[in-house]
């Protein structure tokens, strides 16, 4: 279990800085942490707090793979300039195989905890940045 973590951040998209105070249940920030190598990690509260909720009502680990964005970051992955990450609005959750994938989306609609979701191979990419269009579900595949 985390402990309670302090987090002033900036917003990239929205001006002004903001003090955070969030405890989660089951996930470290570690696991948000910008993969370029700065060790950014400015996730939203309302995010974390649904990915609690996911954990808790799926019954089985979630696992992150990506979470929050520098800008660097998100051009090497090739991200939307507008992507959530950059906000700290979104994550990228691993999905083993075709079970975990219904199981995670039954519990995300049953629950209504993301309607903003992106299907690719082995990952789903859920968000909740209120800039970006709610009740949409996109794919990676060309
Ligand atoms: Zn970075």
């Not at 799926?58 to 990506?66: A, D, F, N, Q, R």
């Not at 300039?81 to 994938?101: E, F, K, M, Q």
């Amino acid at each position: 279990m985390s402990d309670w973590i302090i987090r002033c951040f900036h917003n990239s998209k929205r001006s002004g800085a903001h003090l955070q105070r969030t405890k989660m249940k089951h996930f470290k920030m570690s696991e948000f942490k910008c993969d370029c190598g700065c060790g950014k990690v400015d996730m939203k509260d309302e995010l974390l707090k649904k990915l609690d909720e996911l954990r808790d009502l799926l019954g089985e680990p979630v696992t992150i793979k990506s979470g929050y964005r520098c800008l660097k970051a998100n051009i090497e992955c090739g991200g939307k300039t507008d992507s959530a990450h950059l906000d700290g609005y979104a994550v990228d959750i691993v999905i083993p195989n075709s079970r975990y994938r219904h199981d995670i989306l039954s519990v995300i609609f049953k629950h209504n905890i993301f309607n903003r979701i992106g299907i690719n191979r082995s990952t789903i990419h859920v968000d909740c940045d209120p800039l970006l269009p709610p009740r949409v579900i996109w794919h990676y595949y060309s």
